[in-house]
């Protein structure tokens, strides 16, 4: 019986280019989902879009020198356009800034309201007499409640992790103009959320998620109290309210419901608008919610808190699959501290199956998981060029050379095909339940053990030997076609992870229709028909060279080491001023180099021998730890020349040369283009 599934993954929130530790928790898991339940036959609607509201947006886009509009368009189509790069199939992808946004979130909020489950309350905001306005904490910094750091944010101290509100901050100011900030009374709605435990409680008892999440909603449950839905700001859905111009709902409020308003602008593209009723007020649909680990609260909890809270009967969320985090090589994801992957530069080496296929096999189900270069090169050599490629090409190049290039009869099977056979449909069962659980990674590992199967049983039929004698050749045909039928499966069970390469070994197999098109169980239980002609062989993954996998390593870092901040340090304080007659007083000349040699005994001085225009000179310099001597031969310095002699180490030292020091650096000063002797002034 066809089931009716309706999958969402996250709305990605439009304030800066996705990453694959996103697409690990959120994404590639709900599309494997997706593609697998339409080849069940089931009637499947993959609904996302972009996140566009929220004071964070408004704060990038003041920074940048944009229009919150323009900034969301920025990065709506940035994250659309890498979506289609790694084939996310989508049937609709929407934004919560498009018109039909508007309705439904201003229907949730009045009927929560007429249920009394919103109220209207008075607090002390901070408020800039400058800019005329109120200012969210994102928007706020000022000095540490507890700790006296002066740059603490406004919700968060980074110096000592403390939590608090904006309006604990001593001395606040504004993040963008540095304008002092008031306490003001201003008006806000909240959502009285602890109204819902009970209900909520025994709703969650009905469900057999991942115990991760099970365990964190029920200590979230018993925490929930009342939360501000509305906020000061121009940009955001206005609260639907007679005396609320200013005020708009807070965007953890809209976002979720951007999942309905997307269903519907998806039923208006097909010319059909009431078919989003079908999935959302039909109580028979499976509702999937694809979410990463910081998503868990608003979608176990509040969301279905606010459903719970409508007049129309709403879809509840019947399964939750949310993944931990997913790393890049032992670190968090971070464009600003320079530790994340250029999409664009991947994309010019790698394939969309490639980083598929990496992220499935490593996926973060039930705790956190890394990208690692290294990892990458492996899983794409071992297994997509040495199990599934491997196993395809030689195949396929066996069926052209010693079968006509057609797919041979099965024949008379021999008890070791038999048994081939029967694992091949054991494997798909088992990788259809894997995708059915949600478990991409096991479903990874199901389609290498069949590439491996096949590539076993081609090995020890030896059909090159049953080549060569005409009384064996029907054996040969009959190994042929199993392992043709082995290609088949393999194509049908990978298609989820590695969609491009599955299709293309589909084809090749010499099938005329699209196997996305194609019905599970008729592929599985269906022999490809005797005589199909099939394509020539192609390569269907590249190996990853050594050398291109130490460049993206040395290129990560070399990012990382350019974002790294510059230590703030200690600057020596000014020396007491002195006339211009006492400066030149001082006899600076430009000196070259000639001979430089180490202080035997010194870890810090180096003898030089240097030719000030006049004469040449000995000067002892503590540059020992910087600059080897044979590295400052023939270099031009300034030389103190001036300065009476001093004797270190036993030498006799003519000078000093100038450098610039600070902890733990120092630079000597040189100079390019003036003959020794030049005067510095």
Not at 386 to 414: D, T
Request: charged share 25%.
């Amino acid at each position: 019986m066809t089931e009716k599934i309706l999958i969402t993954s996250a709305l990605p929130y439009a304030n800066g280019p996705l990453h694959f530790g996103h697409i690990a928790g959120a994404y590639l898991p709900a599309d494997c989902y997706a593609r697998f339940q339409r080849l069940m036959g089931n009637d499947v609607l993959y609904i996302c879009g972009s996140d566009e509201y929220g004071v964070a947006i408004t704060l990038s886009a003041d920074l940048a020198g944009r229009t919150p509009k323009e900034h969301v368009d920025i990065f709506h189509q940035i994250n659309k356009d890498f979506f289609k790069k790694l084939h996310i199939s989508f049937d609709h992808y929407s934004r919560t800034t498009w018109e039909g946004h508007v309705e439904p979130t201003h229907q949730f909020f009045k009927d929560l309201l007429a249920n009394g489950f919103i109220e209207e309350r008075t607090t002390d905001q901070l408020y800039s007499e400058a800019d005329q306005r109120f200012l969210a904490d994102r928007y706020v910094v000022g000095t540490c409640p507890r700790c006296g750091f002066e740059n603490a944010r406004g919700d968060e101290c980074p110096r000592c992790g403390a939590s608090y509100e904006a309006t604990e901050l001593k001395n606040p100011r504004s993040k963008l103009t540095q304008a002092p900030l008031v306490r003001r009374p201003t008006k806000h709605w909240f959502l009285l959320l602890d109204k819902f435990k009970e209900r909520l409680k025994d709703w969650l008892s009905t469900k057999n998620w991942k115990p991760n999440v099970i365990n964190f909603v029920k200590g979230y449950i018993d925490n929930l109290h009342a939360r501000a839905i509305t906020r000061d700001s121009a940009w955001g859905i206005p609260v639907p309210l007679p005396g609320a111009q200013g005020k708009v709902l807070y965007v953890w409020f809209d976002a979720p419901i951007g999942y309905i308003s997307a269903t519907k602008e998806w039923a208006q593209t097909i010319d059909q608008p009431d078919r989003w009723k079908d999935y959302w007020l039909d109580e028979k649909t499976k509702l999937v919610n694809f979410i990463g680990k910081d998503n868990i609260p608003f979608h176990a909890s509040i969301f279905p808190a606010m459903v719970m809270g409508q007049n129309q009967p709403y879809k509840l969320v019947d399964e939750l699959p949310a993944n931990e985090f997913y790393n890049l090589e032992g670190r968090q994801f971070s464009k600003s501290d320079g530790w994340y992957i250029d999409l664009e530069d991947f994309f010019k080496h790698f394939t969309s199956d490639q980083i598929r296929y990496a992220i499935a096999s490593n996926a973060p189900e039930t705790s956190d998981s890394e990208f690692t270069w290294k990892d990458f090169q492996l899983r794409c050599n071992s297994d997509l060029v040495g199990k599934y490629g491997n196993l395809a090409n030689r195949i396929l190049i066996f069926i052209r050379n010693h079968g006509n290039g057609r797919i041979p009869s099965l024949g008379k099977l021999e008890t070791v095909d038999l048994e081939f056979l029967r694992q091949i449909q054991e494997l798909i069962d088992q990788a259809a339940v894997a995708y059915g659980q949600f478990k991409v990674r096991r479903a990874s590992q199901i389609v290498m053990e069949l590439a491996q199967l096949g590539n076993v049983y081609f090995d020890n039929k030896r059909p090159w030997q049953d080549a060569k004698q005409e009384d064996t050749r029907e054996r040969m045909r009959t190994t042929l076609a199993c392992c043709a039928e082995c290609l088949k499966a393999l194509a049908l069970i990978s298609f989820p992870i590695v969609p491009t390469a599955a299709s293309q070994l589909w084809r090749l197999l010499g099938y005329k229709d699209e196997l996305e098109r194609t019905n599970w169980n008729f592929v599985k239980t269906e022999a490809i028909p005797e005589g199909q002609e099939i394509l020539p062989p192609v390569i269907l993954f590249q190996k990853v060279e050594d050398d291109l996998i130490e460049q993206k390593i040395q290129q990560l870092h070399q990012l990382s080491q350019a974002n790294k901040p510059v230590p703030k340090q200690a600057v020596e304080p000014l020396k007491p001023q002195i006339d211009v007659e006492d400066f030149r007083k001082l006899d600076l000349r430009v000196g070259m180099i000639l001979k430089a040699e180490p202080v035997p005994k010194s870890k810090k001085l180096i003898q030089l021998t240097v030719d000030i225009g006049v004469e040449q000179r000995t000067v002892v310099a503590g540059v020992g730890e910087f600059y080897k001597p044979e590295a400052l031969v023939g270099r031009r310095i300034v030389v103190v020349a001036n300065l009476k002699p001093a004797t270190l180490m036993g030498i006799k030292s003519e000078g000093m040369l100038l450098a610039a020091k600070q902890e733990g650096a120092l630079e000597v000063l040189f100079i390019e283009g003036i003959n020794p002797g030049g005067i510095v002034s």
